[in-house]
């Protein structure tokens, strides 16, 4: 399993298209990959759960994921939260 705590740097934060991009990236990976944020936990592949988190600009998150691919899921999707993905 790897984890990262994550300082969300996307202009406008995961909402949206900024989500919906973020999960469609999620999807491509083989690994289990979750997002965690004021003590709620949701499946990075889940658009309507990373919605509900209502991360913005500025906040702190953990991602972690387990599989064969985990070390690669949390690199790129890292790098996604720290700009605006679209």
């Known amino acids: ?4 705590e994550i300082v969300v740097r996307c202009e406008s934060g995961l909402h949206n298209k900024q989500a919906t991009y973020f999960v469609q990236k999620a999807n491509e ?3 289990s990959i979750w997002l ?3 003590n709620r936990k949701m499946n990075a592949k889940s658009l309507l759960g990373i919605i509900y988190l209502g991360i913005v600009t500025g906040t702190t998150v953990t991602l972690s994921a387990s ?3 985990a070390d690669e899921a949390v690199e790129a999707l890292s790098a996604l939260l720290q700009r605006d993905v679209y």
């Open 67 to 69: 599989g064969p691919d």
């Open 1 to 4: 399993m790897c984890n990262k």
């Open 36 to 38: 965690e944020y004021d």
């Open 29 to 31: 990976f083989e690994s």
